[in-house]
């Protein structure tokens, strides 16, 4: 079946600097991304939307310049964290559309960031 | 804009027993599809059921099944045959079309007890 690799599944760090997660479809070809972020005991809010070669598409009140989304392949997306705040602390999930998805995505298992 | 509820945050089932979480949606659209995801411990994201609005055939998947109701926009997750593996966060999640995004309930922490 389909794979999503999401890495690092846990990450701390200071206040100010910046944090990338990855994420890979391993077995198919991703077409579009979507980065979720869900806080404890909360929903899965839908960040933003990038198809491969092409600029994310961020949902209202996401800080673009912030969570910086990169999706230079069909097999790689990137959510970069910049000048993170202890506020940033969540949980980032990521799930991935293949061109032969017609039902449901593929979610990789989610990064928790910390930020002190 | 679509929107996902779920009115029950927590419940609870006995082993063994059957067990009906509840999910309404709003739309315009005609074409959706409708999903229940279980979320562990682990915060891994495990598909349920899904079902195609176009489907007057409620899906079913072993010991899950749903209770489509398209006029009612009503969408429940029947669990039978409880079990202890089936603690977990269940969220419902709608998505238009084939190519968009998802969008999720608030969920429902489901506890079996043994």
């Known amino acids: 079946g389909a794979v999503v690799s999401q890495h690092p599944s846990r990450v701390i760090c200071k206040s100010g600097t910046s944090v990338k997660i990855e994420c890979r479809s391993l077995d198919f070809q991703a077409t579009t991304m979507f980065w979720y972020r869900q806080f404890p005991k909360q929903s899965l809010m839908l960040m933003a939307t990038s198809n491969e070669g092409s600029k994310a598409t961020y949902e209202q009140g996401v800080e673009k310049d912030k969570f910086l989304i990169n999706h230079a392949s069909l097999t790689l997306s990137t959510l970069t964290v910049t000048s993170a705040h202890p506020e940033d602390s969540s949980f980032y999930i990521c799930s991935a559309r293949g061109d032969r998805a017609v039902y449901g995505y593929t979610f990789g298992s989610g990064t928790r960031l910390t930020v002190v | 804009a679509q929107t996902v509820t779920q009115s029950q945050p927590e419940m609870s089932v006995q082993e063994a027993e059957t067990v009906t979480l509840s999910c309404t949606y709003d739309?315009?659209?005609?074409?959706?599809?409708l999903f229940w995801y279980k979320q562990p411990p682990s915060r891994q994201m495990i598909l349920v059921i899904r079902q195609e609005a176009y489907k007057q055939q409620n899906a079913t998947e072993n010991r899950f099944s749903v209770n489509f109701q398209k006029a009612a926009k009503s969408f429940s997750l029947k669990i039978s045959d409880s079990q202890l593996g089936d603690a977990a966060m269940y969220f419902c999640a709608y998505r238009r079309g084939n190519n968009n995004d998802m969008r999720f309930g608030a969920g429902t922490r489901l506890t079996v007890k043994p």
């Open positions: 739309t315009s659209e005609s074409d959706y599809y």
